[in-house]
């Protein structure tokens, strides 16, 4: 199970990712870094078929550029991405005699910055369409979405598009333990980013041990409060 996720606060924009990869057919399950650059004010994460995400890795780098200043961001990431997707998907093999399932070639693509004066939130679905989800202010892709979305919703009464990114990193990272701890196949360590005009900053280690800490005791404040509702 993957899961990427993006949501819009009042400076910026914060992405985040799980780290763990799950090949069901082969019984086998590693870390692997699902957060990417994407030029100096932008990141973008994927899920699904590794063999796709692995081709748009450098892809995306060498064009990063050019998809950051082009007048729709959309259309550029979907004309970039549209023939490594058509390249895989003519080339699968569905069925190999004496092979179980060996899973699909499909994949997501969920990219988040700050461009062009404001910030933004663009998916690239495996049939290629294009996603813009700024005005929504949260989404998630990969097999752990639904969970995501079902977070986000449950936090929305927070109103994260109104606060700074200190407060989306938060959002972020209280989502990712929260799927954590209700999946096996949704693992540290995470990968956050937060995104604003200036640039991006790619959290270190230490910066997500501190948000982390930030999200518990945001955690034990909700309790306190809960506590004393009917004093």
Known sequence: MTVVLAVVCNDGVVIGADSQITESDRGLSFPAQKLHPLGDCAAWGGSGARGVLNDLRPLLQDSATAILEAPDIGDELQERVLPVFKKHYANYIP???????????????????????????????????????????????????????????????????????????????????????????????????????????????????????????WRDLEQEALDKLFD
């Open 95 to 217: 069925d190999v005699p004496g092979e179980g399932s060996g899973g699909g070639v499909s994949a997501y693509l969920l990219a988040a910055g700050f461009s062009q004066g404001g910030p933004w939130i663009v998916e690239i679905n495996p049939n290629g369409l294009i996603g813009r989800y700024e005005d929504v202010g949260f989404h998630a892709i990969g097999s752990g979405a639904p969970m995501a979305q079902q977070a986000g919703a449950l936090l929305s009464h927070f109103r994260m598009t109104t606060r700074p990114v200190e407060f989306g990193v938060v959002g972020v990272v209280r989502v990712l333990e929260a799927l954590e701890r209700t999946s096996p196949s949704v693992g540290g360590p995470f990968s956050v980013a937060c995104i604003r005009e200036e640039g991006a900053h790619h959290l270190d280690e230490k910066e997500i041990a501190k948000a982390q800490k930030d999200a518990e005791r």
